[in-house]
């Protein structure tokens, strides 16, 4: 970390078909160095991803979904409620688990994809529920 004790996030990237989280050795370090809205991105080898949090980051108010996502799991973004932009640079929608998102904010919430794609997430399960989905301007 060469002296840097400000991280926002992390993304911790296994070599399996499940997500791979901190060991325990590594939690008490980023627990040390990182306040309560730092984020844990857990991803596994095929693309998908959670977050997790110290606290669920309930502040999260922009997201960016980038072109490796092919998954969001359950629980992915719980709590998040004050989320109001997410960004999909992926053209092909992910997969969306259960809850992945707060139901709270499907009205609200702006998603912005790729103009190709989107027809295919205004259609896709766990994308159709939010009612503003528009193309990135480019």
Known sequence: AQGKRDFKAIAIIGSSKEPCYPCGVCRPGCAEFCDKNFVFYICSEDGSFVEKTFEENT????????????????????????????VCQVSVPPIVYSNAFSTAILSDC????????????????GWKEFANIEAIDE
Request: proline share 2%; aromatic share 10%.
């Open 110 to 125: 702006k998603v912005y994809v790729p103009s190709v794609a989107v027809d295919n997430y205004i259609a896709a399960d």
């Open 59 to 86: 502040n999260l108010a922009e997201l960016t979904i980038g072109n490796a996502v092919t998954q969001i799991r359950t629980d992915a973004f719980k709590r998040c409620y004050q989320l109001s932009s997410i």
